[in-house]
C-alpha cells in the first residue's frame, strides 16, 4: 500500500512555510527591521556553519540528522509493538523529565483528540497517555491512585539510567506494581528506553527482563523526540510516526543547501540571531491552534538549554542566549499581546498559522436584534482564529514590532516531523553562529551536584558539605 | 461553627513569605545584587506611591482592594447556590478567554485533585470543570462532542458582553443545547458572570431568563479572579471561596503599611522594578510545585498586561513593561535551567517553595546493589523536589543571578487567597513606580478593530478596508 507520504505531490502540498516578510525594514520600519544586504552579510558566516555542520555530522557527532533515515526500522518495529499490545493496556504512562518528556507532550497535544483521556469513542481502543514530568508527591500519588495498575505499561525513559526524578518515579512506580500483581509483572508492565551501552537503566531492564529502546548515544535528550523516546508513546496512542519521520526527512531534504535565502531553518535561525544580537534576546512562539502549544513547548526547551551558555567554543565567557517564551493565541492576546505591542523592542513573534484546521466549527446565529453580538453568527471559529491572528500580525507589524509566520498547511504527522526538524537544525546552526556548543548543558550540574549529596549519593559528600555550609538567611530579609 | 481562618494563630501559622535575602550583594555579588541604601533609597517614593494607591481606593477605583471585604456575602451566596446544585450537572464550562478563565484555571489546579476530571472518587460529586479558554475549532469541537449536555452547566464569563471569543463560544453553547435540550433548557444550562449596567451579556441573560452574577464595575480582567468570575467555578467544584476571601483580606492587612521593608507586596515590586531597571527585563516565576504552575501563568497575564505600557501618566512615550516568564520546578530544571544559570544576567527568578505538600509519597527501595539508583530509596518526593529547589537556588546565587522565594507554608484556600492579593497590590504598586496606568489595555486595541472589521461587526468597516489595503506579502520572503 502506498503511503501518502510517498507521494511527491502531497509533500509539496504539505511543505511548511516560513514567512519572514515583517522581519524587514519594508514592513516594520527601519529602525528595527533588517535588509537584503544585512542578511546577504551573513552569507560568507553561513556557508562556513553549513559546511561545519555536514563535517559534524560525517563524523557522527549530530545524531539528530540521521534519525530520519536510522530510525525508518525501528518506527516499524515500534509500530508492530504497539500494534501487537493494542487492547492490552488501558494507560501508557511515560516516566521522564525534559527531552524524556516534552516531545511525548507534545505529539500527544499535536496529533491527538484534544480530550484524549476523557473521550473513549475518540481514543477508539488505544491507551490513556499520563506524562506527569515532574516528581511532584501530590500529583504523582493522585496519579497512581487514579489508575489500575493492572491495565498501565510505564516507559521509563532516561539515556544515562541516572535521572533522579525519573528513577524516584520508577522505583516507586515499580514497587506499587510489584505490591499489586506480584514481581513477575514487572516485564510486562515496564519498557526501558536507554542508552544501549552504560548506565544503570540498561542493567536493570535486562535483569527484569523489561522490554528495552535504545536511545542513540549521539541523541541527547532535546533533540530525541524521533528517537524511541518521542515514538514509542505516540504509537501506543495511535500515532502515525512513520510519517513523522518522513516529515523530518523531507525537511532535511529542503534543507540541505547552504544558501541563506532558501534554507528556512537557516534563514530562521539567523534572523533570531539578529534580532538577539540587536537587543531583541526574548523569542516568542505564538501557534494560534491550541493543538501547537506543546510544541512551543518543546521548542523552549530545545532553544534555551541549546543557546544558553556561559562560553565560547574558545572558553572565552561571552553568557549568551536568547530566552523563547512560548505563548498562544488567541488565548494570549488577552493576556500578553498589550506587552508585546506597547512595551520595550525586546522581542522576536514568531506565530504559528494553520490553514486547515482538523475540525471545522460554525459559529452559531442568534440575537440577531443584537448587532454587537449577531455579527459573529455565520462565521466559523476557523475563520475567527485565522482573522485573530492576521489582525494580532498587522498591527504589531504596524507598531515596529519583529514578528514571523510559521505556517502549517494541516497539523499532522508529517508536518510536524517537519517542524521538529526545522528548528533542530536551526538551533544547531544556530550555535555556530553565537560559536558554542549547542549541545551540551554544563550548567545544570552544579545543582544535581547539591542534590545528590545532600540525597546521600555516593561520592558526593564535598557537595554536601559545601551546600550545608552556605550562607544563612537574614531574617530581616523575609517578610 | 468557627472556620480556622478565624484563629489568628492558625492565620500567622499560614502567612505566606518572601525571602530577598539573594537579591542583594552579600549573597549574589556586588555587580548585580542590591544594597539596603539601594532599597532605602526608593522609600520616599513607596511614601507617595502609597498615599495614592490609598487615595485611588478611596475614590473607589481600585476595586480590587474592596474585595475580600465587599465579596464575602456574595461569596455566601455563591456557595449556597452551588451548594443547592451539587449533584445535578456531572459538568462545569467556563467560557472565557484571558481574566475571566486564567484564575478558574489557577484556583482549580492550585486546590483540586490532580486528576481532578479523570478521578469520581476524589471529585465527590462535584463535576468535571473545563475551561477552554480559546476558540479553537478543533479543540471546541471535541469538548462539545465529549460532554453530555443534559448534565453541563456553562458559565459565560464577559464584562463587557463584547468579547468575539467568548460570545462566539456561547452562541455555539446555545445553539447546541436548545437543539438538544429546547428553548427552555437555556436558563438551567447558562450562568451569566457580567457588567450589571451594561453590554450584552446582561441583556440577554435576562431575556434567557439565567442566572446572573456581576463583575463589579472597577475591576478589570486580570484583577477579576475574587469576585464571582473566579468564585462561581470554585465554589461548584468544592474549593472553599470564603477562606479564599479570609486570604486576601489577611495579606491586605499585612500589607497596610508604607514601609518598604514590612510591606511584602511592596518591597517585591521595588526589588523587580530596580532589577528591570538595571537590564534585567524578565521575571521569571519559578513554582517548585505542579499545583501552582497555573498561578505563575495567572501572574503572567497580570504583570505583563498591567506594566507593559507604551506611555506614562504624563503622556509620554515610554514603552516599559518587563516580561513575566512561568517555569516549573524541577521540570525546567531540565529544560530552562541551563539558561537561567549561564546566560546573560537579564532575568530575576522567584521561586515558589511549599512547606508541606498536600501528599507525602516516599521513594520506594530498590536494587540495592546499584548505588547510584539506591540512595534514592527511603526519601520521600517531599524531600526530593524541596532539596532540589534549595540546590538550584544555591547554585544560582552563587553564579551571581537575583532569584528571590515566596514560601508556601501549605497549598491551600487561604495561603492562594493572599498570593492573589500580593501580587495584585505589587501589580498597583509597581504602576506607580513606572508611572503608568497599570489598569488599562490599549494595545490590544487595534487587533480587536481590525478583527471587528473583517468578521463585519457595525461600526468597523474602515478597520477592514485598512485590513485589506496591508501590503502584500513579497513572496521571495516565504520559504
Given at each position: 500500500?502506498?503511503k501518502r507520504y510517498?507521494?511527491?505531490s502531497?509533500?509539496?502540498?504539505m511543505?511548511?512555510?516560513?514567512?519572514?516578510?515583517?522581519?524587514?525594514?519594508?514592513?516594520?520600519g527601519?529602525e528595527?527591521?533588517y535588509?537584503?544586504?544585512d542578511?546577504?552579510?551573513?552569507?560568507e558566516?553561513?556557508?562556513?556553519?553549513?559546511?561545519s555542520?555536514?563535517?559534524?555530522?560525517e563524523?557522527?557527532?549530530?545524531?539528530?540528522?540521521e534519525l530520519?533515515?536510522s530510525?525508518?526500522?525501528?518506527?516499524?518495529?515500534?509500530?508492530e509493538?504497539?500494534?501487537?499490545?493494542?487492547?492490552?493496556?488501558d494507560?501508557?504512562v511515560?516516566?521522564?523529565?525534559?527531552?524524556?518528556a516534552?516531545?511525548?507532550i507534545?505529539?500527544?497535544?499535536a496529533?491527538?483528540?484534544?480530550?484524549y483521556n476523557?473521550?473513549?469513542?475518540a481514543?477508539?481502543g488505544y491507551?490513556?497517555?499520563?506524562?506527569?514530568?515532574?516528581?511532584?508527591?501530590?500529583r504523582?500519588k493522585g496519579?497512581?491512585e487514579t489508575?489500575d495498575?493492572?491495565r498501565?505499561?510505564f516507559?521509563v525513559i532516561?539515556?544515562?539510567?541516572?535521572t533522579?526524578?525519573?528513577?524516584?518515579?520508577?522505583?516507586?512506580a515499580?514497587?506499587?506494581?510489584?505490591?499489586?500483581?506480584?514481581?513477575d509483572a514487572v516485564?510486562?508492565?515496564f519498557?526501558?528506553?536507554?542508552?544501549?551501552?552504560?548506565?544503570?537503566l540498561?542493567?536493570?531492564a535486562?535483569?527484569?527482563?523489561?522490554?528495552?529502546?535504545?536511545?542513540?548515544?549521539?541523541v541527547?535528550g532535546r533533540f530525541?523526540v524521533?528517537?524511541?523516546?518521542?515514538?514509542?508513546?505516540a504509537a501506543?496512542?495511535?500515532?502515525d510516526?512513520?510519517?513523522?519521520?518522513?516529515?523530518?526527512?523531507y525537511?532535511?531534504?529542503?534543507?540541505d543547501?547552504?544558501?541563506l535565502?532558501s534554507?528556512?531553518a537557516?534563514l530562521n535561525a539567523a534572523?533570531?540571531?539578529l534580532a538577539?544580537?540587536?537587543?531583541?534576546?526574548?523569542?516568542?512562539m505564538?501557534?494560534y491552534?491550541h493543538?501547537l502549544k506543546d510544541?512551543?513547548?518543546w521548542?523552549?526547551?530545545?532553544w534555551?538549554?541549546s543557546l544558553?551558555?556561559?562560553?565560547?567554543?574558545?572558553?572565552?565567557?561571552?553568557?549568551v542566549?536568547?530566552t523563547?517564551v512560548k505563548?498562544l493565541g488567541?488565548?494570549?492576546?488577552?493576556?500578553?499581546v498589550?506587552?508585546?505591542m506597547e512595551?520595550?523592542?525586546d522581542?522576536?513573534?514568531?506565530f504559528i498559522?494553520?490553514?486547515?484546521?482538523?475540525?471545522?466549527?460554525?459559529?452559531?446565529?442568534?440575537?440577531e436584534?443584537?448587532?454587537?453580538?449577531s455579527?459573529?453568527g455565520g462565521?466559523?471559529?476557523?475563520?475567527?482564529l485565522?482573522v485573530?491572528?492576521q489582525?494580532?500580525e498587522?498591527?504589531?507589524?504596524e507598531?515596529?514590532?519583529?514578528n514571523?509566520t510559521?505556517?502549517?498547511p494541516?497539523v499532522?504527522a508529517?508536518t510536524?516531523?517537519?517542524?521538529?526538524y526545522?528548528?533542530e537544525l536551526?538551533?544547531?546552526f544556530a550555535g555556530?553562529l553565537y560559536?558554542i556548543?549547542?549541545?551540551?548543558?554544563?550548567?545544570v550540574?552544579l545543582?544535581?551536584?547539591y542534590a545528590?549529596?545532600?540525597?546521600?549519593r555516593?561520592?558526593?559528600?564535598?557537595?554536601?558539605?559545601e551546600?550545608?555550609a552556605?550562607?544563612?538567611k537574614?531574617?530581616?530579609?523575609?517578610l
Open positions: 500500500m502506498t510517498e507521494d511527491a502531497w509533500k509539496e502540498s511543505r511548511i512555510k516560513l514567512d519572514v516578510n515583517n522581519m524587514f525594514a519594508e514592513n516594520v527601519e528595527h527591521g535588509t537584503k544586504a542578511v546577504d552579510a551573513m552569507q558566516k553561513a556557508k562556513v556553519a553549513h559546511k555542520i555536514k563535517a559534524a555530522k563524523a557522527g557527532n549530530l545524531g539528530f540528522m530520519p533515515e530510525h525508518k526500522e525501528i518506527a516499524k518495529e515500534i509500530k509493538f504497539a500494534d501487537a499490545n493494542k487492547g492490552k493496556y494507560n501508557f511515560v516516566l521522564g523529565i525534559g527531552g524524556s516534552l516531545g511525548n507534545a505529539l500527544q497535544t496529533l491527538n483528540h484534544p480530550y476523557l473521550n473513549d469513542e481514543r477508539n491507551p490513556r497517555l499520563f506524562v506527569p514530568d515532574n516528581v511532584d508527591p501530590t504523582l496519579l497512581l489508575l495498575l493492572s498501565t505499561v516507559n532516561s539515556k544515562s539510567g541516572g533522579a526524578e525519573t528513577m524516584s518515579q520508577f522505583l516507586t515499580r514497587a506499587k506494581v510489584v505490591e499489586e500483581l506480584g514481581e516485564a510486562d508492565h519498557i526501558a528506553t536507554t542508552s544501549e551501552h552504560s548506565g544503570n540498561i542493567k536493570i535486562k535483569e527484569e527482563g523489561m522490554k528495552t529502546y535504545y536511545i542513540p548515544e549521539n541527547g530525541s524521533l528517537t524511541p523516546v518521542g515514538l514509542i508513546s501506543f496512542t495511535g500515532i510516526i512513520e510519517e513523522l519521520l518522513a516529515g523530518a526527512a525537511m532535511d531534504q529542503i534543507c543547501t547552504d544558501e535565502w534554507n528556512p537557516y534572523l533570531q540571531y538577539d544580537q540587536d537587543g531583541k534576546p526574548m523569542s516568542v505564538m501557534p491552534a493543538d510544541v512551543a513547548d521548542y523552549r526547551q530545545l534555551a538549554e544558553g551558555k556561559k562560553v565560547n567554543r574558545a572558553g572565552e565567557v561571552i553568557n542566549g536568547p523563547p505563548a488567541a488565548t494570549d492576546q488577552h493576556s500578553q498589550q506587552l508585546y512595551g520595550p523592542f522581542k522576536v513573534v514568531t498559522e494553520v490553514e486547515k484546521y482538523k475540525e471545522t466549527l460554525e459559529i452559531a446565529d442568534g440575537y436584534d443584537i448587532s454587537g453580538v455579527y459573529l462565521h466559523t471559529f476557523n475563520e475567527l485565522t485573530e491572528k489582525a494580532t498587522l498591527a504589531l507589524t507598531n515596529n514590532r519583529l514571523c510559521v505556517t502549517f494541516e499532522n508529517f510536524i516531523g517537519q517542524f521538529f526545522m528548528y536551526a538551533t544547531a555556530e560559536d556548543d549547542a549541545f551540551n548543558q554544563p550548567g550540574e545543582g544535581k551536584q545528590y549529596g545532600v540525597l546521600g555516593e561520592g558526593f559528600t564535598e557537595k554536601k558539605e551546600f550545608d552556605r550562607p544563612e537574614n531574617s530581616d530579609l523575609i
